[in-house]
């Protein structure tokens, strides 16, 4: 089970990467090597940005079902 506050992690990682992103007008020299690939990295950060607050939005609902039964 993630901690409750993974989804928050993700979230600030998700801003810090984003930043980045925007400084150095992508993720460092690494569209020098592959064609768009800032684009792929701040896909996999966003895509994994989602699923962290998806999964704890399932956990906190089976837990919240846990308490009141």
Not at 6 to 19: D, H, M, T, Y
Not at 56 to 64: D, I, P, S
Request: charged fraction near 10%; proline fraction near 4%.
């Amino acid at each position: 089970m993630a901690p409750p506050y993974a989804w928050l992690c993700e979230c600030l990682r998700l801003c810090f990467a984003s930043g980045i992103l925007y400084f150095y007008d992508g993720w460092f020299t690494l569209n020098q090597s592959i064609p768009h690939g800032s684009l792929v990295v701040l896909g996999y950060l966003v895509i994994s940005t989602l699923v962290s607050v998806w999964l704890g939005y399932v956990q906190a609902k089976e837990k919240q079902a846990m308490v009141h039964q």
